[in-house]
């Protein structure tokens, strides 16, 4: 039989793109082709780079991606590169015009378009009557996982109406569009009976969720929809805007044991007139006020956040504001940035980019400083407490996971000494031990 053609898919930027990226080798599949994620080794007919055009780094790393498979394509390793994404779908024509040897050209949405420009190799090989005819129904396709079989991403809603002054994301992927609920329903129960049992739900703006195709916020009930099915072990929620927060979110994390207790709320500063600058409809007192009540309605939740440092205008006396909002909040998970303008929003049509990139950085680092001691108190904390692992590795006796109040790829590991359980397990484990970014534990006797 003859070799069925190969398409390598490179996804860069967030799990918004993996999660597109895994439809498209559902869908390949289906029509006949050997997919290859994320190669080491970049080889066969197709290449195909689902780009980020977030901030100047992510743009960065999606052209060099390009050019590298360029490269390939000129050694005769590749057939024909394939670009698709956010960075294509914001700056196509300049793209084109820069980057000719590239031979297929899609954005974030109409990438389908090249699965259809594909021959249907399903003919050629035997396949069952079922199998006939899902392949001659590509939108039944599942999606091909890349994540491991016991986690799944959840994209639940496509764009943002919030048009924040420094974000680019409304510019490059649209207004705010919901999924009905009854869709994600039926797509978490066909991910439960392959296996899966961590779903973390993810979109722009979480907090706008259903507005659009409901009149109102509909975050709650998904959730709770979602926390009723048999199977699913722990959700976990990202990311949700301050402004407009859904409040009668709360009681349903509150409710189900297997709603992680665990948000990713990006709040970006505290001082006012920074907020105000950043066009995030919301003040310090606001702010404040929301967090307390997420802490009183919600005990022992984990809150995980982002702070920009440089935003044109930041003065010493509001970096230093931020700097004392990050003390006083210990928040147990926080990740920072340095303000990076973008090209057609707000921030860069009406502002002075006018602090240095060298201040911007050493603001940063100072945040990143506070925070690895608030960090490493809080997992201290943590030692001779009970928690539930979920195993991810396991190299004979020692296995490695993440508690429920840890995401994948952004936040630390638990490790468990004297561990003999496979990875997708769940285990329950008593914290013996603790760094900065890292919990030590022991399995527990019963």
Same mark, same amino acid.
């Given at each position: 039989?003859k ?5 390598n898919?490179?996804?860069?930027g967030?799990?918004k ?12 599949e ?11 080794e970049?080889?066969?007919e197709?290449a ?6 977030f901030?100047?780094?992510a ?7 390009i050019?590298q498979l360029?490269a ?8 024909k590169?394939?670009?698709?994404g956010c960075l294509s ?5 300049e793209l084109?015009?820069e ?11 109409d ?5 259809e ?11 069952t009557?079922?199998?006939k ?7 039944k ?8 079989p ?11 109406n919030?048009?924040c002054?420094?974000?680019a994301i409304?510019? @490059?992927t649209?207004r705010? =569009?919901?999924?009905p609920?009854e869709?994600i329903?039926? !797509? %978490?129960? $066909?991910l439960?009976a392959q296996?899966?049992k961590?779903f ?16 109102e916020?509909r ?10 099915i ?26 189900h044991s297997?709603v992680?207790?665990?948000i ?12 105000r600058?950043?066009n995030r409809? @919301?003040?310090r007192?606001? =702010? ?7 802490r009183? !309605? %919600?005990p $022992? ?16 006396a ?6 004392e909002?990050?003390?006083s909040?210990?928040?147990e ?6 303000y990076s303008?973008?090209?057609g929003?707000?921030?860069a ?11 911007k950085q050493s ?12 960090a490493?108190?809080?997992?201290l904390?943590?030692i001779?407490?009970?928690?539930t692992?979920l195993?991810e590795?396991n190299?004979?006796?020692t296995?490695i996971?993440?508690?429920e ?25 008593v914290v ?6 890292e919990?030590?534990a022991e399995?527990?006797?019963?």
């Amino acid at each position: 039989m003859k070799a069925r053609p190969i398409v390598n898919v490179i996804t860069m930027g967030c799990s918004k793109n993996l999660v597109d990226s895994e439809s498209l080798l559902s869908r390949l599949e289906r029509k006949g082709y050997d997919v290859v994620h994320n190669p080491s080794e970049v080889k066969g007919e197709y290449a195909v780079v689902n780009t980020c055009g977030f901030i100047a780094d992510a743009k960065e790393e999606s052209i060099n991606m390009i050019l590298q498979l360029i490269a390939e394509k000129e050694r005769k390793n590749i057939g024909k590169v394939v670009v698709m994404g956010c960075l294509s779908e914001r700056y196509l024509e300049e793209l084109k015009n820069e980057l000719q040897e590239v031979d297929l050209w899609y954005g974030k949405f109409d990438w389908k378009n090249f699965i259809e420009t594909l021959p249907d190799l399903t003919q050629e090989t035997e396949q069952t009557p079922d199998s006939k005819r899902e392949s001659r129904n590509p939108e039944k396709s599942t999606r091909k996982l890349t994540t491991p079989p016991w986690s799944a991403y959840i994209k639940v809603s496509e764009g943002c109406n919030r048009f924040c002054a420094f974000c680019a994301i409304p510019l @490059i992927t649209g207004r705010h =569009t919901s999924r009905p609920i009854e869709e994600i329903v039926a !797509e %978490v129960e $066909g991910l439960v009976a392959q296996g899966v049992k961590e779903f973390n739900i993810i979109a722009q703006d979480l907090s706008s969720y259903g507005i659009d195709l409901y009149g109102e916020q509909r975050l709650a009930q998904l959730v709770d929809s979602l926390a009723s099915i048999p199977g699913v072990r722990w959700i976990r929620l990202h990311y949700l805007y301050p402004a407009d927060f859904p409040m009668d979110l709360l009681p349903v994390i509150r409710k189900h044991s297997n709603v992680c207790n665990y948000i990713d709320i990006a709040l970006q500063h505290i001082s006012t007139p920074v907020l105000r600058a950043m066009n995030r409809k @919301i003040t310090r007192e606001e =702010t404040l006020e929301l967090l307390a009540a997420i802490r009183r !309605e %919600v005990p $022992g939740i984990h809150l995980r956040t982002t702070v920009m440092t440089g935003f044109p205008g930041e003065t010493e006396a509001d970096f230093e504001e931020l700097k004392e909002f990050v003390r006083s909040q210990k928040f147990e998970r926080l990740g920072g940035f340095a303000y990076s303008e973008e090209e057609g929003t707000l921030a860069a049509d009406n502002l002075q980019d006018d602090i240095p990139e060298d201040v911007k950085q050493s603001r940063l680092d100072e945040i990143m400083s506070i925070q690895r001691d608030i960090a490493e108190a809080h997992n201290l904390a943590q030692i001779g407490k009970k928690i539930t692992v979920l195993i991810e590795e396991n190299d004979g006796d020692t296995a490695i996971g993440r508690s429920e109040f840890d995401s994948p790829e952004v936040d630390q590991e638990v490790i468990i000494h004297n561990c003999n359980a496979r990875p997708g397990e769940m285990v329950e484990a008593v914290v013996t031990g603790a760094g900065e970014y890292e919990l030590y534990a022991e399995m527990t006797a019963d």
